[in-house]
């Protein structure tokens, strides 16, 4: 890291030096005033790129994630009409338009600058621009606020980091609520069948690289009302054991029970609870976001939260409460009703009795479903309980690829 350090002082050397002249061409006027800016964001695009590189540290030498050695970068003037969307605990969300696409930019808020949560922002955009699933949102660049601006009452800094991925206009929360009648809160069953198994589809690509989310909740589910996909965003909490980072789980509204007495509540500030770094939690991270996304259908199933009447400041003092905690499923429902068996089978109280991943629930729920393997050469389906796996070359020739498809099925019967 001496490196980039020795590198960061000259940069930034070089830069003070070329802003004094660049005043006093401005002062006399000159016609290099442009060529000196020109020169000026070039320096600045590097000392961006070497300070990213710095963040991400060892972990990008990681294989899987190689994807993340070429991150594009965008100039904040690049993007034009920013529109305030919302904002999180730690950032704030934008609409903003580039070469006439609109796309949604995530700014670090300038009180997380400089803390844990600035780490957390690099890793999150180290590993966002290695995902590729249509169940996952698509990341597009990351880049500094180089100019500070007002927009909506919001005050960008210079230095800000952002991130910019596609522009979704609806996440779970606002669709079921935007479809909810006096009669019935949640949706349709068939349609929150089709939205668990998409829902699965992303996580399962997530679970395959061992990577829990540990964030899962309906307001981090993206969706396109046009296509009526669903997209899994903020990875923020992602964990991978290769990093060694905090062990903090983030949304205790959908946690399950082994979170809240394992790690117990978040200190005074906001911060982890002490915990070992060597210790691998990937496991029960990753059960964690089966049961997480249990609940989630359930919401899909009949619009109630878990803690529904409880805001997230009073979840954060409470302690372990299972009847706040889970959606109830209401008796009339089947026990051989599928959707209930999904739902009870992933939030179950004990982990053991849970799915071990979102894998596992495509295999066991939604057989046939095609999964999307990381990398992207190879996919495998389950039909009943058989995997199967096709490499690329099938796919490119599509009357050939469903003829051996129909097979396949023909021949489990």
């Given at each position: 890291?001496?490196?980039?350090?020795?590198?960061?002082?000259?940069?930034?050397?070089?830069?003070?030096?070329?802003?004094?002249?660049?005043?006093?061409?401005?002062?006399?006027?000159?016609?290099?005033?442009?060529?000196?800016?020109?020169?000026?964001?070039?320096?600045?695009?590097?000392?961006?790129?070497?300070?990213?590189?710095?963040?991400?540290?060892?972990?990008?030498?990681?294989?899987?994630?190689?994807?993340?050695?070429?991150?594009?970068?965008?100039?904040?003037?690049?993007?034009?009409?920013?529109?305030?969307?919302?904002?999180?605990?730690?950032?704030?969300?934008?609409?903003?338009?580039?070469?006439?696409?609109?796309?949604?930019?995530?700014?670090?808020?300038?009180?997380?600058?400089?803390?844990?949560?600035?780490?957390?922002?690099?890793?999150?955009?180290?590993?966002?621009?290695?995902?590729?699933?249509?169940?996952?949102?698509?990341?597009?660049?990351?880049?500094?606020?180089?100019?500070?601006?007002?927009?909506?009452?919001?005050?960008?800094?210079?230095?800000?980091?952002?991130?910019?991925?596609?522009?979704?206009?609806?996440?779970?929360?606002?669709y079921i609520k935007s479809r909810a009648t006096y009669e019935k809160q949640g949706l349709p069953d068939n349609l929150a069948w089709e939205f668990a198994a998409q829902m699965a589809r992303g996580l399962a690509?997530?679970?395959?690289?061992?990577?829990?989310?540990?964030?899962?909740?309906?307001?981090?589910?993206?969706?396109?009302?046009?296509?009526?996909?669903?997209?899994?965003?903020?990875?923020?909490?992602?964990?991978?054991?290769?990093?060694?980072?905090?062990?903090?789980?983030?949304?205790?509204?959908?946690?399950?029970?082994?979170?809240?007495?394992?790690?117990?509540?978040?200190?005074?500030?906001?911060?982890?609870?002490?915990?070992?770094?060597?210790?691998?939690?990937?496991?029960?991270?990753?059960?964690?976001?089966?049961?997480?996304?249990?609940?989630?259908?359930?919401?899909?199933?009949?619009?109630?939260?878990?803690?529904?009447?409880?805001?997230?400041?009073?979840?954060?003092?409470?302690?372990?409460?299972?009847?706040?905690?889970?959606?109830?499923?209401?008796?009339?429902?089947?026990?051989?009703?599928?959707?209930?068996?999904?739902?009870?089978?992933?939030?179950?109280?004990?982990?053991?009795?849970?799915?071990?991943?979102?894998?596992?629930?495509?295999?066991?729920?939604?057989?046939?479903?095609?999964?999307?393997?990381?990398?992207?050469?190879?996919?495998?389906?389950?039909?009943?309980?058989?995997?199967?796996?096709?490499?690329?070359?099938?796919?490119?020739?599509?009357?050939?690829?469903?003829?051996?498809?129909?097979?396949?099925?023909?021949?489990?019967?």
């Amino acid at each position: 890291m001496d490196l980039f350090e020795g590198l960061l002082d000259e940069l930034n050397s070089v830069l003070s030096k070329l802003e004094n002249f660049q005043h006093v061409l401005a002062e006399r006027e000159s016609d290099f005033v442009a060529d000196v800016e020109d020169i000026r964001k070039q320096l600045i695009t590097t000392r961006n790129k070497i300070e990213f590189r710095q963040r991400l540290g060892s972990g990008a030498s990681d294989s899987s994630l190689s994807a993340t050695n070429e991150v594009s970068a965008i100039w904040q003037s690049s993007l034009q009409h920013w529109t305030y969307v919302g904002k999180g605990a730690f950032s704030v969300v934008f609409s903003a338009y580039h070469n006439g696409t609109k796309l949604a930019v995530k700014i670090l808020q300038p009180t997380k600058c400089g803390s844990v949560h600035e780490d957390n922002f690099y890793k999150e955009v180290k590993l966002m621009s290695a995902l590729r699933h249509d169940n996952i949102v698509a990341f597009r660049y990351k880049g500094t606020i180089e100019n500070d601006e007002v927009i909506e009452n919001w005050h960008l800094c210079t230095g800000q980091l952002f991130l910019v991925m596609e522009y979704m206009q609806d996440n779970l929360t606002t669709y079921i609520k935007s479809r909810a009648t006096y009669e019935k809160q949640g949706l349709p069953d068939n349609l929150a069948w089709e939205f668990a198994a998409q829902m699965a589809r992303g996580l399962a690509y997530l679970h395959n690289m061992k990577i829990a989310h540990r964030d899962l909740k309906p307001d981090n589910i993206l969706m396109d009302r046009r296509s009526m996909r669903l997209k899994i965003s903020d990875f923020g909490e992602a964990y991978k054991k290769l990093d060694k980072e905090s062990s903090r789980y983030c949304c205790a509204r959908y946690a399950p029970p082994e979170i809240w007495e394992y790690f117990g509540k978040l200190s005074e500030d906001g911060e982890d609870p002490e915990c070992s770094k060597d210790e691998d939690f990937t496991d029960m991270f990753i059960r964690a976001d089966v049961y997480c996304y249990g609940n989630i259908v359930a919401f899909c199933a009949l619009g109630t939260k878990p803690w529904n009447s409880d805001t997230t400041e009073v979840i954060n003092e409470a302690e372990w409460d299972p009847d706040k905690a889970k959606i109830v499923l209401p008796q009339q429902r089947s026990e051989a009703d599928p959707l209930r068996q999904l739902i009870v089978h992933s939030y179950d109280e004990e982990p053991k009795h849970r799915p071990e991943n979102a894998t596992v629930i495509l295999q066991t729920y939604f057989s046939g479903e095609i999964i999307t393997l990381f990398p992207s050469n190879f996919l495998f389906f389950y039909i009943d309980t058989q995997l199967i796996i096709i490499s690329s070359y099938l796919i490119h020739n599509y009357s050939y690829f469903y003829s051996y498809f129909y097979y396949l099925k023909l021949s489990t019967l």
